[in-house]
Nanobody
């Protein structure tokens, strides 16, 4: 299985980006999916998750009201809409299949991330 995130870039504070993560090699239609990020010099952290049905979502407190996770199972893709970006959102963003309740990845495999840089 391969997970490839894309859509990152350099944006000014207050701006928006839409991240995509396409999975290949297997379908994730029966899996909860999530986004994580790793700020420079810090540990990777949970950002958001969406249930296998797409009917439930959860977010870390710092992004609630600003980020939106969604999924398109026909495209085997999960998205993260980032609005009202702040400098502290600067990080490499990754997607993964997750344990929805624990907000943790199901494996230690991390595909290609995408760098988001927010200038203040």
């Amino acid at each position: 299985v391969q997970l490839q995130a894309s859509g990152g870039g350099l944006v000014q504070a207050g701006g928006s980006l839409r991240l995509s993560c396409a999975a290949s090699g297997r379908t994730f239609s029966n899996s909860a999916l999530g986004w994580f990020r790793q700020p420079p010099g810090k540990e990777r952290e949970f950002v958001a998750a969406i249930s296998w049905s797409g009917g439930s979502t959860k977010y870390t407190d710092s992004v609630k009201g600003r980020f939106t996770i969604s999924r398109d199972d026909a495209k085997n893709t999960v998205y993260l809409q980032l609005n009202s970006l702040k400098a502290e959102d600067t990080a490499v963003y990754y997607c993964a299949a997750v344990d929805y309740g624990l907000r943790s990845p199901l494996s230690n495999y991390w595909g290609q991330g995408t760098l988001v840089t927010v200038s203040s």
